[in-house]
């Protein structure tokens, strides 16, 4: 199993709104790719930022192809992230997932 690492940051005003967008969007579209697993989603806030972190776990690298193309160290963002990111990391990691 391999786990798929991103990380984000929005303004603290906009993090409950893009956790919902989250939900909505990025989850089904994880969920409707053969070979996915699982996924954790994780958030934290300060005073003025929210940073979510963004686990999801694949059979396979070559699964992970289906979903993020073929340079699966891209990040892979939806049209509507603009309106909630304060950045575009352009890499996620990728673990091999040796015990759970």
């Known amino acids: 199993m391999i786990a798929r690492v991103w990380k984000g940051r929005t303004k603290v005003e906009d993090a409950n709104r893009y956790a919902e967008f989250m939900k909505s969007r990025a989850v089904p579209d994880y969920k409707s790719t053969e070979g996915f697993i699982k996924l954790t989603f994780l958030k934290r806030t300060d ?32 049209p509507e992230d603009k309106d909630f990111l304060i950045e575009f990391p352009e890499k996620v990691t990728h673990f091999k997932v040796f015990a759970e």
């Not at 694949?58 to 891209?74: M, T």
């Open 47 to 78: 005073s003025e930022h929210a940073y979510f972190d963004l686990i999801t776990f694949w059979e396979s690298l070559d699964v992970i192809r289906n979903f993020a193309g073929d340079d699966i160290e891209k990040a892979k963002y939806y």
